[in-house]
C-alpha cells in the first residue's frame, strides 16, 4: 500500500504512515500533530515538567528490588503446580505489586486474592478493582458512579475509588509534613511528585506547582498507563519464549554471565548488561505494541514528507502510525521481520557485555518519541528485565502438550494462539492465554533467588 495511505469512513478519515522519518517529523511537530484528547496545552505542559522528574534512578532501584522478590515468590508458585492456566492474571498481580511499591510506597506479597468485594478494601486491592474496571470508569465517569441506587458493581467500583483516592490523600498530607519537616523522601513516584511539585512551587509560585487534585491525577495516569502495559507485555514474551526454547537457552546464558549464583543483585551494574532480557522486550512490543498513538491535523492543512514527495494532509483527519507495517517492514527489520526474534537487537558478543544494534529511528515507536513520549519507558524496562531475569534464571518453561501431540507441535500451537487470538480490549493482549496452559520446570543446579537486592 505504499507509505502513507488513507482510511475514509463515514465519521473522520484515518492516514496511516509507514515511513520513520515522516513518523519522526510527526512526533516532532506537536503543535501541527496534536493528539485528538488530552491535547499538549499548557496545563499539560505544566504537568509534564513536574511529572518526569519523579522517574529517577533511585525509584527504578526500589523497583527493581521488589521486582525480584515478587518474580521469586511466582516462580516458587509456579514451579510447584504441574500445569499453569494463570500466567497472564500472575503477572498482573505481580506488576500491580510491584507498582504499588515503586509508585505508592506500599509493599505487597505476590499472593493477591482477585476477590472484589464491598467490604472496605486495601489501598492495593483498590487499587487491582480500579484497574480491572479502567473501561467502565473511563466511560461512566467517577461521579456517576457513586450513585448508591445503581447496582452492586458500580458500588464496588465506586468504593475502590474513594479507598484509593484517601490513600492518595493521607499519603500527600503525611509527605508534605515530611517535606516542611525536612525528611528524606522514600523515592516512591507519589513522593517524589509532591516533593518535585514544592519545588516548582519554591522556584516560581504556586502557579507552577501541581494542585491536589492533579497530583491525584498523575497517579491514576501512572496506575492506568503503567500497568496494563507491562503485564500485557509479560504475558506476549512468556508465551513467546515458550514457544522458542533456544531463546529461553539464550537468556539463561545472559544471566549466568551477569549474575551467576550470586544472591545480591545490584540495579545499577546488573541491569545494564541483561541486554538480552530487554531485548525480548523489545522484539515482544515490535509485533505486539500494548498502545497505538494517534495525532491528527486539528482544524488545519499540513505538509508531510513521505520520502521524496510531500502530501498535504487536510484537517480533521487521524493520523496514525502504522504499526503493523513500520514495525515489520523488511527494509528495516530484514526478510525475517514477522518471525518472534530477540537476537536481532544485539551484536553479537559475549554474553553479558553486548551491545545493542543501531536501529533505525522511527522504525520501533512502541514507547511513543518526541515531547508525549512514556515517562515509564525505563521504569518498565527495569520491571521487564528483573522479572525475566529472576524466571528464566531459575526455571525453563514449555507449553503443556495435549494428549498425543508431540512438544514441536504444542510449540506451533502457542504461536498460533499468539497470531489469531490476540485483540485489543483497552490495549493490545492475549485473548485466551488460559487456552495454552504452560508447565514451569526447574533448571537443574539453579539457586532459588532470595529477595535481597540492592
Ligand atoms: C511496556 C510498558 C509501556 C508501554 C508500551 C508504554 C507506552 C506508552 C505510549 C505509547 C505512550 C504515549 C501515548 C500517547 O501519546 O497517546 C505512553 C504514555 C504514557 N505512559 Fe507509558 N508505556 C509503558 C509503561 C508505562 C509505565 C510503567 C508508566 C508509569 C509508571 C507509564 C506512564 C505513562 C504516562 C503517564 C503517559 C502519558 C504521558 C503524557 O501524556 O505526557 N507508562 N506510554
Redesign the pocket.
Known amino acids: 500500500m505504499g507509505d502513507i495511505w488513507v482510511l475514509v469512513t463515514p465519521l473522520k478519515n484515518w492516514i496511516y504512515v509507514n515511513d520513520p522519518d515522516a513518523l519522526m517529523s510527526i512526533f516532532k511537530r506537536p503543535t501541527d500533530f496534536p ?1 485528538p484528547v ?1 491535547a ?1 496545552g499548557e496545563s ?1 505542559r505544566r ?2 515538567k513536574i ?2 522528574r519523579c ?1 529517577n534512578e533511585q525509584t527504578n532501584a526500589i523497583l527493581w528490588a521488589e521486582t525480584i522478590a515478587l518474580a521469586g515468590d511466582v516462580l516458587h508458585r509456579w514451579t510447584k503446580i504441574p500445569s499453569l492456566v494463570s500466567a497472564a492474571d500472575d503477572m498482573r498481580t505481580l506488576t500491580l505489586n510491584a ?1 504499588s511499591r ?2 505508592l510506597g506500599k509493599s505487597f506479597e505476590s499472593q493477591g486474592s482477585n476477590t472484589e468485594s464491598l467490604a472496605t478494601p486495601s489501598a492495593k486491592e483498590s487499587l487491582r478493582t480500579i484497574l480491572n474496571n479502567l473501561v467502565f470508569i473511563l466511560a461512566f465517569g467517577t461521579e456517576f458512579i457513586s450513585y448508591p441506587w445503581l447496582p452492586q458493581r458500580f458500588r464496588i467500583v465506586h468504593k475502590a475509588w474513594v479507598t484509593f483516592r484517601s490513600h492518595l490523600i493521607n499519603t500527600y498530607e503525611a509527605e508534605k509534613r515530611d517535606f516542611a519537616e525536612d525528611k528524606l523522601p522514600d523515592h516512591n ?1 507519589m513522593t517524589l511528585l509532591i516533593r518535585a511539585s514544592q519545588d516548582e512551587v519554591h522556584k516560581s509560585g504556586a502557579s507552577g506547582g501541581l494542585t491536589e487534585s492533579e497530583i491525584y491525577g ?1 497517579m491514576f ?3 492506568s ?3 496494563d ?2 503485564a ?2 509479560f504475558t506476549f514474551a512468556i508465551y513467546f519464549l515458550s514457544a522458542h526454547p533456544q531463546y529461553q537457552d539464550w537468556l539463561f546464558e545472559e544471566i549466568q554471565a551477569v549474575l551467576g549464583d550470586r544472591e545480591i543483585w545490584d540495579y545499577r551494574t546488573d541491569f545494564p548488561r541483561l541486554k538480552r532480557c530487554l531485548a525480548v ?1 523489545f522484539e515482544t ?1 515490535r509485533l505486539y ?7 491528527w491535523t486539528a482544524d488545519k492543512t499540513q505538509p508531510l514528507s513521505v520520502g521524496n514527495k510531500t502530501f498535504l494532509l487536510p484537517p480533521q483527519c487521524i493520523i496514525a502510525p502504522s504499526y503493523g507495517a513500520v514495525h515489520t517492514d523488511p527494509r528495516f527489520w530484514g526478510s525475517d521481520s514477522l518471525v518472534w526474534r530477540p537476537s536481532r537487537w544485539i551484536k553479537a558478543g559475549n554474553a553479558g557485555n553486548e551491545e545493542f544494534n543501531a536501529i533505525l529511528r522511527g522504525s520501533f ?4 518519541e518526541g ?7 525505563k ?3 527495569v ?2 528485565s528483573a522479572a525475566i531475569a529472576v524466571l528464566f534464571r531459575g526455571a525453563y518453561v514449555d507449553p503443556v502438550a495435549r494428549d498425543g501431540e508431540t512438544m514441536d507441535a504444542a510449540r506451533a500451537r502457542v504461536l498460533d494462539l499468539i497470531k489469531n487470538d490476540s485483540g485489543t480490549v483497552l490495549l493490545l493482549q492475549m485473548l485466551h492465554p488460559e487456552r495454552a496452559p504452560l508447565r514451569w520446570s526447574r533448571r537443574e543446579k539453579s539457586s532459588e533467588i532470595s529477595a535481597k537486592s540492592e
Open positions: 493528539r488530552w499538549e499539560w504537568q509534564r511529572a518526569i522517574f507498582f515503586a509508585a513516584l498523575n495516569a501512572f496506575s498507563a503503567g500497568h502495559t507491562t500485557n507485555t522486550m512490543m505494541a500494548p498502545i497505538p498513538v494517534i495525532k515507536i512502541g514507547w511513543s515531547i508525549r513520549d512514556c515517562p515509564g519507558r521504569f518498565s524496562q520491571e521487564f
